[in-house]
């Protein structure tokens, strides 16, 4: 069966089976997703910040929808501003005039002798943007270029954890209703790709409903 139309069954059945919205973030995007985008408008979204979308990500844009019900409070929308009346991203959110530049980490960072300013530069997340808020100051990016394109790792600075890769065991920890306890400097596991992280939500949100 086509991975898209696995997601999208499965997000139908969560939707039934969470109508009290139990899941956490639910209550923010109700499991709706917006309007897909058409190729021309994600081909003049690749020319104007001169990138190429990761393939995955590009085809659940065009056949999934354009943000919406996802992890954490749900998927940004590209494309569009923040409304104000949505959680709000990190500045990166808002731009992105550093989205072509080379994402460059393959391991988990944290530098806490940095100055602040320093610390929560977007330099560390350029090749990237913001795609999910967790809550907490805890965003999990997409990134767009470089070795780790098309992975979703987390921006953590926030609580002083660093930057770190998106692994079965921080989905395990923030996709799961009771998770074992999660220590991100101890997370060196290799980043889900787009498909396997919005995955692990919907499996794990569905184990979470059933078990209510």
Same mark, same amino acid.
């Given at each position: ?18 109508? +009290? /919205?139990? *899941? ?13 985008l058409k190729d021309v408008d994600i081909q003049a979204f690749e020319t104007q910040y001169q990138i190429t979308l990761p393939n ?7 056949? *999934?929808?354009?943000? @919406? ?11 569009? =501003? ?5 959680? *709000?991203? +990190? ?11 080379t994402f460059s980490l393959t391991q988990a960072w944290n530098n806490l002798d940095l100055p602040k300013d320093a610390y929560l !530069? !977007? ?5 990237? /943007?913001? %795609? ?5 100051? %805890? ?5 767009? +270029? @470089? ?5 979703? $790792?987390?921006?953590?600075? +926030? ?5 770190? =890769? ?24 290799? =980043?889900?790709?787009?498909?396997? $992280?919005?995955?692990d939500w919907l499996n794990r949100s569905l184990e979470q409903v059933s078990q209510v």
């Amino acid at each position: 069966m086509n991975k898209l139309l696995q997601l999208k069954q499965k997000l139908k059945q969560l939707a039934i089976l969470d109508a +009290t /919205f139990e *899941v956490f973030g639910s209550e923010s995007h109700e499991y709706q997703l917006n309007s897909c985008l058409k190729d021309v408008d994600i081909q003049a979204f690749e020319t104007q910040y001169q990138i190429t979308l990761p393939n995955e990500y590009r085809c659940f844009l065009l056949e *999934v929808g354009n943000g @919406g019900a996802g992890p954490g409070y749900g998927l940004y929308k590209i494309l569009e =501003p923040i409304c104000k009346n949505e959680m *709000v991203a +990190t500045p990166s959110q808002k731009k992105y005039d550093i989205i072509s530049q080379t994402f460059s980490l393959t391991q988990a960072w944290n530098n806490l002798d940095l100055p602040k300013d320093a610390y929560l !530069d !977007d330099k560390f997340i350029q090749g990237a /943007f913001v %795609i999910a808020n967790y809550g907490c100051g %805890i965003y999990a990016l997409l990134v767009i +270029t @470089g070795e780790q394109k098309g992975k979703i $790792w987390i921006d953590d600075r +926030t609580n002083d954890s660093g930057i770190y =890769p998106a692994s079965k065991n921080f989905c395990h920890y923030f996709h799961d209703l009771e998770p074992d306890d999660f220590m991100s400097d101890d997370d060196d596991g290799e =980043p889900l790709s787009f498909y396997d $992280w919005y995955e692990d939500w919907l499996n794990r949100s569905l184990e979470q409903v059933s078990q209510v």
